[in-house]
């Protein structure tokens, strides 16, 4: 049975924190933090109200051209004001990545930006961090991985981790232009791990 990005990240295997360790060394991210949020109106939420999966559906909804409810509004508006200027011309969301070493669901993926294609997962969290977490990049780049080989494209994917504060409505995104470095890393790690 192909083991899920969700099942590998929760064995979190010692040769894939390697890997990631060696990529947080050698392949450090942009920051970008996106416009004040007092512009959007943001209200502070609490986080039993606006869970991740309530951010990415949020997300998806704007993604269609759909309206999204107040509360989700500034984040939405915000994280595709910022694909856009970018370069993305394509966003789809929660779409299922079949590879046959991984498969999962990724929260966004793109045509355009930093690369010809590109992933971005959203985090919801009390305060931004000051670094994208070991495991968050560990599952980011195992659904690089499965994207990019599947399409045979391993040098044509770029990738982000969006982290958004319930509390103050920071956006801060961690941006790797190239995602070849996470892809070539995981599939090292997966072929020790087979």
Not at 25 to 37: F, R, S
Not at 138 to 151: K, T
Not at 161 to 175: A, N, P, Q, T
């Amino acid at each position: 049975m192909v083991p899920t990005v969700s099942h590998l990240v929760r064995a979190y295997e010692s040769n894939m924190t390697a890997a990631i360790q060696n990529l947080q060394k050698n392949d450090p991210a942009l920051v970008i933090d996106l416009p004040d949020p007092s512009r959007f109106r943001w209200r502070p939420v609490k986080s039993n109200m606006f869970t991740g999966m309530d951010l990415h559906r949020s997300v998806s909804t704007a993604v269609r051209g759909r309206q999204v409810s107040q509360d989700h509004a500034s984040v939405s508006e915000r994280l595709l004001s910022w694909l856009r200027e970018a370069g993305v011309y394509k966003v789809r969301s929660e779409v299922c990545l079949d590879h046959p070493d991984v498969r999962g669901v990724c929260d966004i993926l793109v045509s355009g930006g930093y690369n010809e294609f590109g992933i971005v997962e959203i985090k919801a969290c009390n305060e931004v961090p000051g670094c994208a977490s070991s495991i968050h990049r560990m599952q980011l780049s195992l659904y690089l991985y499965a994207a990019a080989d599947r399409g045979h494209r391993q040098g044509s994917y770029w990738g982000a981790i969006g982290y958004c504060s319930l509390r103050s409505g920071l956006i801060r995104l961690f941006v790797w232009p190239d995602g070849e470095p996470n892809v070539a890393a995981m599939h090292r790690a997966l072929q020790v791990a087979a």
